[in-house]
């Protein structure tokens, strides 16, 4: 299978079965993420332990596949994290995603393609600047949660 096949598929099923999809019980954050554009509409929610530590990442909302994929992805990549971590990890996506132009990668992996394991399905992503928002959408939500308390429990 070729990577990008590959890379397709988990983006596909997970827009087909969204993981942590529903209201968060217990959350303690919530943002919200728009994009008019594509017609994306994402609310994210976290539980955030007494340590600051991400106990339940969730989200609800309706989008294209490339949002739901992301936003599902992300619930299970932040669990667990701080929220340094949480903001470090969304960074380094965004960057990844917004990504160089093609002909500058096109010799090797995208860089952090191991640090991110299938978050890096949306390597890809980049060649289409307008798909860029929708991959984005729901981890921007998830940054605005972490950077705007990460002071709270430092
Ligand atoms: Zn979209």
Do not use: W
């Amino acid at each position: 299978m070729e990577l990008e096949e590959l890379y397709q598929s988990i983006i596909l099923e997970h827009s087909r079965r969204p993981r942590n999809k529903g209201p968060l019980e217990g959350a303690t954050h919530t943002a919200v993420g728009n994009n008019p554009a594509c017609g994306d509409e994402i609310a994210v929610q976290v539980r955030l332990g007494p340590t600051g530590i991400v106990e339940a990442a969730q989200f609800t909302g309706q989008g294209c596949a490339i949002s739901q994929a992301a936003a599902s992805l992300f619930t299970i990549k932040l669990k667990g994290k701080t929220q340094e971590e949480a903001c470090k990890l969304i960074r380094q996506f965004i960057e990844m995603v917004k990504g160089l132009p093609e002909e500058e990668d096109r010799s090797g992996k995208p860089s952090g393609e191991m640090l991110f394991g299938d978050l890096a399905a949306f390597a890809g992503v980049r060649k289409f600047p307008q798909r860029v928002k929708c991959a984005t959408l729901a981890p921007n939500a998830f940054y605005e949660i972490f950077a705007g308390h990460r002071s709270e429990n430092a």
